[in-house]
């Protein structure tokens, strides 16, 4: 039993390169979540969605898009990648407000 | 505007004393409110919550504690132990199942 899985673990990106990251789940949990993590800052809402086909912006959706075909996988895509968007990924997943469940986290550095 | 708010960015204990973290939040919609702890290049897990309904809420070493007037809430760690040393999010959510958190608060447990 994975819970949530993120691929890649690291990245280093150069300015104006995109790049996806997957987020996979295997508990049939409906909402999925992409946050960012900053010093000082915690955690962000990037993008969510309610279920299979939904997606909606959170609190900094800018420079990013997110898919969600498939109920288990949620893709967040940066098209140009900026250096404001080095950061710590997390993807998460819930049934329930309190039922969260975070991958291990993605390290992106775009220079 | 950040919604939830931990002011201390960190917080050194020793070891078999109690640890009490504080969080204030601004928004009067949340209703649920939820701690996670935080170990280096994992993601969060999700360790206690509690519901506006009530004023306390313990499982085992950790007790939080809600004052829905103030608009505060605080995590109580006794004893603390040296496994206790990780970072800590408060989180909090309305009736739509986004969390937001608050920036962290990196507890040590000395020896």
Redesign the interface.
């Known amino acids: 039993n994975a819970g ?1 899985t993120q691929t890649p673990k690291f990245r280093v990106l150069k300015t104006g390169q995109s790049m996806t990251l997957l987020c996979a789940q295997d508990m049939n949990h409906e ?1 999925m ?1 992409w ?1 960012r993590q900053d010093p ?6 990037i993008h ?1 969605s ?1 279920g299979e086909g939904t997606t909606a912006k ?2 900094v959706p800018d420079g990013y898009n997110v898919s969600r075909l498939k109920k288990q996988n949620f893709l967040l895509g940066l098209e140009s990648a900026a250096p404001s968007q080095t950061s710590v990924y ?1 993807c ?1 997943t ?1 049934w ?3 039922g ?6 993605t390290r992106l550095t775009v220079v | 505007d ?1 919604q ?1 708010k ?1 002011n201390s ?1 960190s917080l050194s204990v020793q070891e078999g004393r109690i640890s009490i973290l504080n969080c204030d939040y601004t928004n009067s919609m949340f209703d ?1 409110f ?1 701690w ?1 702890k935080k170990y280096p ?6 360790l206690i ?1 509690i519901s506006s309904i009530k004023d306390k809420n313990e499982d085992g070493r950790f007790t939080v504690f809600l004052n829905k007037s103030a608009k505060h809430l605080s995590l109580h760690i006794v004893p603390s132990q040296p496994g206790d040393s990780a970072v800590y ?1 408060c ?1 909090a ?1 309305g ?1 739509d ?8 608060t990196t507890v040590t447990v000395r020896a």
């Open positions: 949530v909402y979540y946050y000082g800052m915690g955690l962000r809402l969510y309610v959170g609190e997390f998460a819930s329930t407000n309190y969260y469940t975070f991958g291990s986290g | 950040q939830v931990q960015p649920y939820l996670y290049a994992e993601g969060p897990t999700f919550s999010f989180a959510s009736n199942y986004k969390l937001s958190f608050g920036a962290g």
